[in-house]
C-alpha cells in the first residue's frame, strides 16, 4: 500500500499551494478595498421611505437601522422605497423610479452615483393588475450583484400573504441576501475543506486503480510458440482508413445592454 501514497501526496501538495495562493490573493485585494464612506451629498442613514405605509414605525426604524449595518459590511448604499402610485402601475416604470431615484439623489458608498441598491416596491395594481418591484443597482456593485441574483432574490416577495399584509420580514430578508451577494470580498474558502476533498478524491482514485483490470497480461513470449517453434496459422494485416471531416462552428457573441444601472425586477 505504501506506493499508493503518492496518490495522497500529489492532491494534497497541490490543494496546499492553491489554498497559499487564494489567501494570499484575498489578502492582497483586501488590503486594497477602501472601507471609509466619501459621498457627503447622499445621507446613507434615511435610507428607508414607507411612502404606502406597509409598516409600522417601529417596523421602519428597525428596518433602517439594519440596513445602516449592511452597508458598512457591503460598501454600498441601500434603499427601500414603498409606493402606492398607479402612475408606476408597470415593471418599466417601477424601474424609471428606481433608476432615476438613485440619480436625483446621487446615492452611492464611495461617490454619488457611485455603489449602490434602491429597491423600489410599488403596491398600486392600477396598471396591469400587478404589484411591480424592482432593484437598482450602481456603480461597483452592478458587477458583484448580478441582474439574475435581482431577480431570484425578489421571488422573496411571492411570500407575503395578500395585499394588507406586513412584508417587514420579507424586506429585511431580501436587503440582507442583497448585502451578502454585494459584498466585496467572498470569504476564502477554508484549508480543512481543500484537504478534505484532495483526501476523498485520492481515496477514491486508490479504488478505482486497486480494483481495475487494467494492465492485466493477456499474452506472453510463449503464446504463439509450440514445440520450440513458432505457430502463427493466420497473419494478416488490416490497414483501416479513418476519413476526419472537419466543419467549422459559427458561434454568435450577445452583449448586455449599456447604461450606468443593472437589477432585476418581479410582478406577483
Known amino acids: 500500500m505504501i506506493k499508493y ?29 477602501d472601507y471609509e464612506r466619501h459621498n457627503d451629498v447622499w ?51 417601477v424601474r424609471e423610479y428606481a433608476d432615476s431615484f438613485s440619480e436625483e439623489y446621487g446615492t452611492g458608498y464611495d461617490y454619488p452615483g457611485g455603489s449602490s441598491i434602491v429597491f423600489v416596491d410599488n403596491w398600486s ?16 456593485v452592478r458587477e458583484r450583484l448580478s441582474d439574475s441574483e435581482c431577480d431570484d432574490i425578489l421571488n422573496i416577495l411571492d411570500e407575503i400573504e395578500g395585499d394588507y399584509a406586513d412584508p417587514y420580514d420579507q424586506y429585511r ?18 484549508m480543512l475543506i481543500v484537504f478534505i476533498v484532495a483526501v476523498v478524491v485520492a481515496g477514491i482514485y486508490i479504488i478505482i486503480n486497486i480494483t481495475s483490470k487494467l494492465g492485466d497480461v493477456t499474452t506472453n513470449s510463449h503464446t504463439y510458440v509450440k514445440g520450440g517453434k513458432g505457430n502463427l496459422k493466420v497473419s494478416t494485416d488490416t490497414f483501416r482508413n479513418k476519413t ?15 447604461g450606468s444601472h443593472g437589477g432585476g425586477g418581479h410582478s406577483r
Not at 501514497?5 to 484575498?26: D, G, K, N, Q
Open 5 to 33: 501514497l503518492r496518490y495522497f501526496a500529489i492532491p494534497i501538495i497541490v490543494a496546499f499551494v492553491l489554498t497559499v495562493i487564494s489567501l494570499s490573493v484575498h489578502s492582497g485585494a483586501e488590503n486594497a478595498i
Open 43 to 93: 445621507d446613507h442613514t434615511d435610507c428607508v421611505y414607507d411612502l404606502a405605509c406597509k409598516m409600522t414605525d417601529e417596523e421602519a426604524e428597525e428596518l433602517r437601522a439594519y440596513i445602516v449595518e449592511l452597508e458598512e459590511e457591503c460598501l454600498a448604499d441601500i434603499v427601500v422605497i414603498t409606493l402606492d402610485d398607479p402612475e408606476y402601475g408597470y415593471l418599466s416604470k
Open 125 to 140: 395594481r392600477g396598471g396591469d393588475g400587478k404589484i411591480h418591484s424592482w432593484i437598482s443597482t450602481t456603480g461597483a
Open 173 to 190: 430578508e431580501i436587503v440582507g441576501k442583497l448585502a451578502g451577494k454585494a459584498m466585496p470580498l467572498k470569504p476564502p474558502y477554508s
Open 244 to 258: 476526419v471531416t472537419k466543419r467549422k462552428i459559427e458561434t454568435s457573441s450577445g452583449g448586455g445592454g449599456g
